[in-house]
C-alpha cells in the first residue's frame, strides 16, 4: 500500500529556508508512471499547489512563490524534497507531499501523506 | 489562470438530506475537474475526478457532474461522517492545479 510520510522541521524563523522530505513506501518514484507534488495550507484556510515534479529534471513550481521554490529528488532513498527560501509569516502552513495520476486529461491528487505544520516565527 | 468559485461557502443539512455543492470555473475546463473532502485535522481525501468518475472506495452516495464551466458535487442520504471541507481542483494550464475555496458541510 502506497504511504507518503512528510518530515522536517516544524519551526522556522523568518528569511531562513524551509526544508522538507517526503518519503514514499509501496512505490518507486522513479518509476516514470506518476508525477509528485507539494501542496500547502495556511491554518484554517483552503488549499494551495506549491509544485510539482516528474524527475530532477521536471520541476515545476507555481508563480506566486516567486522562484523560492527548488524541488529535489533521491532516488536511493525513494524520498523527495522541496526548500523554499526566504520564508515570511505568510508561509506558515500544514505542507502535504502527495502523488498526482491522470485520467483522460484530468490531474488528480490520489495519494496523500498526512501533512506537516511548519510555522515561521523568530 | 483559472478561477474556480465554490458555493455555498458553508451547507448546514440534516441527515439524510441530499447535499449539492457547486464548483464554476472562470473558463472552460472541459471535464477536468477534480472533488476532495477534507476531515477536520485531515488530509484531503480524493472523491471524483474527470467529473463524474468516482475514486477507488467511494460510496455511491457521492456523484460528480457537469462540464465546462459548471460542476456539481451531490451528497445522498447525508450522514454524520460526511461533516468535511470539499474542495474542487482543476489542471487546465498545466503543470499548475488551482483549488477552489471550498465548501463547509455541517449536519444540523
Known amino acids: 500500500q502506497l504511504q507518503l510520510q512528510e518530515s522536517g522541521p516544524g519551526l522556522v524563523k523568518p528569511s531562513e529556508t524551509l526544508s522538507l522530505t517526503c518519503t514514499v513506501s509501496?512505490?518507486?518514484?522513479?518509476?516514470?508512471?506518476?508525477?509528485w507534488g507539494w501542496i500547502r495550507q495556511p491554518p484554517g484556510q483552503g488549499l494551495e499547489w506549491t509544485g510539482t515534479f516528474y524527475n530532477s529534471r521536471s520541476t515545476y513550481h507555481n508563480p506566486s512563490l516567486k522562484n523560492r521554490v527548488t524541488m529535489s529528488v533521491d532516488t536511493s532513498k525513494n524520498r523527495f524534497s522541496l526548500n523554499l527560501t526566504s520564508v515570511t509569516a505568510a508561509d506558515t502552513a500544514v505542507y502535504f507531499c502527495?502523488?498526482?495520476?491522470?485520467?483522460?486529461?484530468?490531474?488528480?491528487?490520489?495519494?496523500w501523506g498526512q501533512g506537516a505544520l511548519v510555522i515561521v516565527s523568530s | 489562470e483559472i478561477v474556480l468559485t465554490q458555493s455555498p461557502a458553508t451547507l448546514s443539512l440534516s441527515p439524510g438530506e441530499r447535499a449539492t455543492l457547486s464548483c464554476r470555473a472562470s473558463?472552460?475546463?472541459?471535464?477536468?475537474l477534480v472533488w476532495y473532502q477534507q476531515k477536520p485535522g485531515q488530509a484531503p481525501r480524493l472523491l471524483i475526478y474527470?467529473?463524474?468518475n468516482r475514486a477507488t472506495g467511494i460510496p455511491a452516495r457521492f456523484s460528480g457532474s457537469g462540464s465546462g464551466t459548471d460542476f456539481t458535487l451531490t451528497i445522498s442520504n447525508l450522514e454524520p461522517g460526511d461533516v468535511a471541507v470539499y474542495y474542487c481542483?482543476?489542471?487546465?494550464?498545466?503543470?499548475?492545479?488551482?483549488f477552489g475555496g471550498g465548501t463547509r458541510v455541517e449536519i444540523k
Open positions: 481542483q482543476q489542471r487546465t494550464h498545466w503543470p499548475s492545479l488551482t
Open positions: 502527495a502523488r498526482l495520476g491522470f485520467y483522460s486529461n484530468s490531474a488528480y491528487l490520489d495519494v
Open positions: 509501496g512505490d518507486s518514484i522513479s518509476s516514470g508512471t506518476y508525477y
Open positions: 473558463q472552460s475546463v472541459s471535464s477536468h
Open positions: 474527470d467529473a463524474s
